[in-house]
């Protein structure tokens, strides 16, 4: 189920009433409270200044999407505990992954919540479409990406592209894809997790030079620690027959986080390199 997106998600609050009312300002004071809890990782107190928010006023679309925002986050956390902190097997992973589902579906009721309250709401639809890439609904996160990008004063469009072209990659809808990823990396060159989607795209296009270009810039960026572009620049390095390369990209892989599920699969290839 994971992929890579998650954190890439736009953790951006409008912070603005739209009503003008003092119930609406009491909500949106609650609100903010619970956006500044949630940057310093008190989801719990967030999640009691939402509440206290949506009691006060019950359309506050903003508060919606930061519970969608909470959802997401508790969600990656499960997945990080069944692949990355360590390699969960059998009836304990299959357990974790259920509760990852089970918050990525929340986060997917909330943010639906949010856009119907306020459809023009760029964040929020970006922040659906993250939900949906975990729950593998491609349709609807394509849709949702769609619909942020509708907006022209939303900040990080490369973003909501990455999260399209990622859709659309899941599609089998390759140029589709390359169009949305090649348009976020040509305005956003440092945006890591587009290269590396994008990356994955030349390889099921069987363009290895490409994919190399696009790759091996995420894993020489220190700002990058993506772990499956290490297997992916491997892999790719591997086919372009420079071994060498190739198996140092392997063993980086696992020393990023020793533990994970693709740690093991790294070390599986560099085996084969033997």
């Excluded at 890439?8 to 009433?17: S, Y």
């Excluded at 967030?46 to 506050?60: R, S, V």
Aim: proline share 4%; aromatic share 8%; net charge negative.
């Amino acid at each position: 189920m994971a992929t890579v997106g998650v954190t890439a998600t736009i953790l951006a609050w409008p912070g603005c009433a739209t009503r003008g009312n003092k119930d609406t300002e009491q909500s949106q004071i609650r609100y903010q409270l619970a956006v500044d809890y949630f940057r310093a990782q008190r989801s719990e107190a967030a999640l009691d200044e939402i509440h206290k928010a949506l009691e006060i006023d019950p359309e506050n679309a903003d508060a919606y999407d930061l519970l969608g925002l909470i959802a997401l986050s508790q969600g990656a956390e499960y997945l990080r505990q069944a692949e990355t902190s360590s390699c969960l097997k059998g009836t304990d992973a299959e357990a974790v992954r259920r509760d990852a589902a089970a918050k990525f579906k929340e986060a997917e009721q909330h943010l639906r919540r949010a856009t119907s309250m306020r459809p023009a709401f760029a964040e929020a639809w970006n922040n659906l479409a993250v939900a949906a890439l975990n729950l593998e609904n491609y349709d609807e996160a394509a849709a949702a990406a769609a619909n942020a990008l509708k907006d022209v004063a939303y900040p990080s469009p490369e973003v909501a592209r990455a999260n399209l072209g990622w859709a659309e990659f899941h599609k089998k809808n390759l140029n589709a894809a390359w169009k949305a990823l090649h348009e976020a990396v040509a305005r956003t060159p440092g945006f890591c997790v587009g290269r590396y989607r994008l990356a994955k795209v030349y390889v099921e296009r069987g363009q290895y030079d490409e994919a190399a270009d696009e790759v091996d810039a995420v894993v020489s960026n220190p700002a990058c620690p993506i772990q499956e572009a290490y297997l992916l620049a491997g892999m790719v390095h591997q086919r372009r027959k420079d071994l060498p390369g190739a198996r140092g990209l392997f063993s980086r892989c696992v020393v990023i986080a020793p533990r994970a599920c693709l740690a093991i699969e790294c070390k599986r290839y560099a085996e084969m390199l033997q």
